[in-house]
Nanobody, 117 residues
Framework: QVQLVESGGGLVQVGGSLRLSCTAS????????ISWYRQSPGEQREPVAT???????TYEDSVKGRFTISKDLTKNTVYLQMNSLKPEDTAVYYC???????????WGQGTQVTVSS
């Protein structure tokens, strides 16, 4: 069973930056597309960025131009660089297989991002 671990969240002021990391048991990132998701209180979990095995990336409209998803297969890590953060980016962030896949791995604990105004 794949175990996902997200880290790198924290408290940041509006306009600040954070880099989130997603690591997994086993070298799976070379074989699967990966997405970052976020979930705000009372809201459904939503995808914000996806990186395919080819390296191609897609973003949800509200984060385009501010967030960058990348991966380092040597470190078995997928990153989410978040710049120009806004209060509405406040959420718990998770990584997992993309929304278009039929199955997901077990969700990790996520990492809390809080943007203060």
């Amino acid at each position: 069973q794949v175990q996902l671990v997200e880290s790198g969240g924290g408290l940041v002021q509006v306009g600040g930056s954070l880099r989130l990391s997603c690591t997994a048991s086993g070298h799976i990132f070379r074989s699967y597309d990966i997405s970052w998701y976020r979930q705000s209180p009372g809201e459904q979990r939503e995808p914000v960025a996806t990186i395919r095995t080819s390296g191609a990336t897609t973003y949800e409209d509200s984060v385009k131009g501010r967030f960058t998803i990348s991966k380092d297969l040597t470190k078995n890590t997928v990153y989410l660089q978040m710049n120009s953060l806004k209060p509405e980016d406040t959420a718990v962030y998770y990584c997992n297989r993309p929304i278009y896949t039929d199955t997901k791995w077990s969700w990790g604990q996520g990492t809390q991002v809080t943007v203060s105004s």
